[in-house]
């Protein structure tokens, strides 16, 4: 782990980015540990204060996928970089769900 002040990742984005990672093992944790995932150690692991650069993913106690930063460096982005594209559409679950069930794509 290295301390996040040392990546260069502003306070804001370092948030941000643990927020999506505490979102994703909350809205998927059952299916994480399904395949064997630790979501509990894997978020007891972490604080806001590290940042990792280099990780094994486990399930079934076995190594299923290895992650590595090997280059950070700032870039400016377009000020629309992350917008929605042409068309998005927002949908509720209900509507995520009842489409599913109508077979619609």
Known sequence: MTPTEATGISVEDDETLWNLTRLMVELFGDELTAI???TAAF???YSSLQFPVRMALYA???ISSRFQIIKIRQKSLAAGAFDPPAG???LT???IIQQGIRGNP
């Open 43 to 45: 978020l007891q692991g």
């Open 60 to 62: 079934n106690g076995k």
């Open 88 to 90: 998005y559409q927002t």
């Open 93 to 95: 679950l209900l509507g």
């Open 36 to 38: 064997g995932a630790d």
